[in-house]
């Protein structure tokens, strides 16, 4: 599959050393693992930033993107693994050429965020070039992309920085911004405008709320597919909770695909023995036929009776 044509979810760590890094790294991969085992239409990217150093964690090497194809967390690890390692050793010659340096600071996120605006209109002008008529189609669409963001903010500075152009033309493209603030510190002022902003969800570590993994699973994990669908007709075939609201739907003849509405009784297996006075028949609208696995309605299983 073309990955211009996959939901991207960009997740940018903001670090500060207040976390155990690789503990928040294995949170983050068991998270992807989970997003991208959805569908093979999801992938990710991970970056990772310091002061005003950056580094992409996932993919680095041109090898990366086949790991999606074949689901090689394994080989996704690898990869992370010796990315992260390569940071944590060039952090302290950053810092002292930082140090040195009288050049002006430039935001690390902001440059990100500007790789991602170029790579979503990238991945919408090859959408739109490969359909039949696609660049009149494709225009004023930009609500669907379901590409999303990430934030995880180690540091306890908000993100006065960041650039609002960006967040505007993010906003503009029908991608949320989620963040998740680790440090307690943090007041959270900006991030939470943010979040606003994109329709994200913010979210914070706190004593009691502090499994990571389970953070990100819960407040970012798509929903499935059959969740999501209508309930066409609230017919039972188009939902698998059926089971949850059985009595509010609507069952079908079996012989005569007449649609009955179910009141009272739901279960019964036809017995020639049948005792029951007619008192108690008038109120069964369906008959549940066990051994063939067939819903009749009153008519059909009394013609069966016969």
Do not use: R, W
């Not at 950053?94 to 965020?113: A, M, T, V, W």
């Not at 405008?193 to 798509?222: C, H, R, S, W």
């Not at 003849?253 to 279960?267: L, M, P």
């Amino acid at each position: 599959m073309n990955s211009s044509h996959k939901d991207t979810l960009y997740i940018i760590l903001n670090y500060s050393f207040n976390e155990n890094i690789f503990k928040l790294i294995s949170s983050i991969e068991k998270f992807c693992y989970s997003y991208i085992s959805i569908s093979l239409h999801h992938d990710f990217k991970i970056y990772i930033t310091y002061n005003d150093f950056y580094s992409i964690l996932f993919p680095s090497k041109a090898k990366d993107s086949t790991y999606f194809l074949t689901s090689n967390y394994s080989g996704i690890h690898e990869s992370i693994e010796e990315s992260l390692n390569n940071f944590l050793s060039t952090v302290p010659e950053f810092d002292e050429k930082l140090f040195q340096s009288n050049e002006g600071k430039k935001n690390p996120i902001n440059i990100i965020l500007k790789k991602i605006l170029l790579e979503v209109n990238k991945k919408k002008i090859v959408d739109v070039s490969q359909s039949p008529g696609g660049f009149f189609l494709g225009m004023g669409n930009g609500e669907n992309i379901s590409d999303k963001i990430i934030l995880i903010n180690d540091s306890e500075e908000d993100f006065e920085n960041i650039d609002q152009k960006y967040i505007f033309l993010i906003k503009e493209k029908g991608i949320k911004i989620d963040i998740l603030s680790l440090n307690k510190k943090n007041k959270n002022e900006i991030s939470k405008a943010i979040t606003f902003f994109t329709k994200g969800i913010f979210d914070y570590v706190t004593d009691k709320k502090n499994n990571i993994e389970q953070m990100l699973i819960f407040e970012n994990m798509p929903i499935k597919f059959c969740e999501s669908l209508p309930k066409i007709n609230t017919d039972i075939k188009y939902t698998l909770c059926y089971n949850k609201s059985i009595s509010d739907k609507i069952f079908e003849c079996s012989v005569c695909h007449i649609k009955n509405k179910i009141n009272n009784i739901y279960e019964q297996k036809p017995k020639d023995d049948d005792n029951e006075n007619n008192e108690s028949k008038e109120n069964i609208s369906l008959y549940y036929i066990e051994k063939e696995n067939n819903i009749l309605c009153k008519n059909c299983y009394n013609k069966l009776k016969k």
